[in-house]
């Protein structure tokens, strides 16, 4: 019997989540999107089997209906859901960054008899729209699922049936613990970046100059801050309450921060630092733990050819790499080549491969 699936959102998530659909076995996948550039986008990229236009008739079809739509646009879509002619075993998930007054809507609306499962990949990009949707966005990465207490097992195994084709690791767990977790490692750091860039841009009045040196580090931590801002408009709406607990902690950090500069003293300023080191150091960011990438640097000089060089390497030796960026921490000298793999075989494979063949310097983050 084939299984119907409806997303609407069809943007990096949901068009992602969709394109994974479609790699479980009799499974139809359809989409809706408010953007008729998005549907047609979706229709060109094969991101869905097929493009609807009637979205209530298209659900009363559906077994597994999944929002990628902004978390505000989720709320509303929810509360219209009420009034829809559904399947008796619908299954309803989303995948939202945040849970809190989504979960508090499933609750309405399993009064009324629809099963509603959260969800939320932990995973992604400051990227967004179909364009960037990837069949395997979500490999390796955490998923998370927030059902209600006592949700009949037999529908949440049958979600896991399908999102089992992401090939993230579907974890679950309860919404607040969701909502103040993700607070911490996704939410606040994003108003962190924008924060130190809205800083920058106040420098620039005076000292114009500045921006170009914003190279390396300051790249790496306001990286999210190109991130959608509608999208994290909503995040900050839904999950305001976890934001301002994060915010007074930070509050009180740069405080004691204030207090070590004042204190003059190097061996209270470089605990700071090595502390914090030791902390980072240990965290499972390439362990699978939450992103998961495989990158391997390479300290490359610059010369014509040299990138072709490389994977000329690891082609020969049948690695293979899932992608390939190159970042400038300083623009005339030295460039540094960023391999991912898909596992860490393959990034010690392509170590061993281009340490036999080259003088490169090679790290891994
Ligand atoms: N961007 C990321 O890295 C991650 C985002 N999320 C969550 O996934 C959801 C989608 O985010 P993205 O895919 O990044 O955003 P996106 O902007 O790439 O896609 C959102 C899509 O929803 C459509 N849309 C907006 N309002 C709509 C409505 N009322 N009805 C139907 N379609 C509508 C837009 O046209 C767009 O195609 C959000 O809830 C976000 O919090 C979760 C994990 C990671
Ligand atoms: O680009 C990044 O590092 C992100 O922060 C991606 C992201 C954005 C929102 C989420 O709810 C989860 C992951």
């Not at 009045?205 to 959608?228: C, E, H, K, W």
């Amino acid at each position: 019997m084939t299984r119907n699936v409806l997303v609407i959102g069809l943007g990096l998530i949901g068009g992602s989540i969709a394109l994974s659909c479609q790699k479980a076995p009799n499974t139809k996948v359809l989409g809706f999107d408010l953007n008729e550039n998005t549907c047609h986008q979706a229709k060109t990229l094969s991101i869905v089997h097929e493009v609807v236009d009637d979205v209530i008739q298209s659900a009363s079809t559906a077994d597994i209906i999944i929002f990628g739509t902004p978390v505000n646009a989720t709320l509303e879509w929810l509360e219209e859901m009420k009034n829809w002619p559904l399947k008796k075993n619908v299954i309803v998930t989303d995948t939202g960054s945040t849970k809190g007054l989504i979960m508090e809507k499933a609750a309405q609306l399993r009064e009324l008899g629809i099963t509603f499962i959260g969800g939320h990949p932990m995973a992604g990009s400051h990227k967004s729209g179909v364009q960037a949707a990837k069949t395997y966005l979500f490999e390796n990465a955490y998923y998370m699922l927030t059902p209600l207490k006592n949700e009949n097992e037999e529908s949440i195994k049958k979600l896991e049936d399908l999102l089992k084709f992401t090939l993230a690791k579907i974890v679950l767990l309860d919404a607040h613990e969701h909502d103040h977790m993700t607070a911490v490692v996704s939410h606040f750091p994003h108003i962190v970046a924008a924060s130190l860039v809205h800083q920058l841009q106040s420098e620039q009045q005076n000292y114009p100059m500045t921006s170009m040196l914003a190279a390396g580090g300051f790249r790496d931590v306001t990286r999210i801050a190109s991130s959608n801002p509608l999208m994290w408009k909503d995040i900050v709406l839904q999950n305001r309450e976890e934001l301002l607990v994060q915010l007074n902690a930070w509050q009180h950090e740069m405080e004691r921060v204030k207090s070590i500069i004042l204190s003059h003293n190097g061996e209270i300023i470089e605990d700071y630092f090595a502390s914090a080191k030791e902390v980072r150091d240990k965290l499972p960011i390439n362990t699978g733990a939450f992103y998961t990438t495989y990158d391997l640097y390479v300290d490359i000089p610059d010369y014509p050819g040299v990138i072709s060089e490389i994977t000329g390497y690891l082609a020969q030796e049948h690695i293979s790499i899932t992608n390939i960026r190159v970042v400038e921490a300083r623009e005339d000298i030295f460039g540094i080549l960023v391999i991912s793999f898909q596992n860490a075989e393959d990034r010690e494979k392509a170590q061993g491969c281009i340490s036999r063949r080259t003088k490169y310097e090679m790290y891994m983050s």
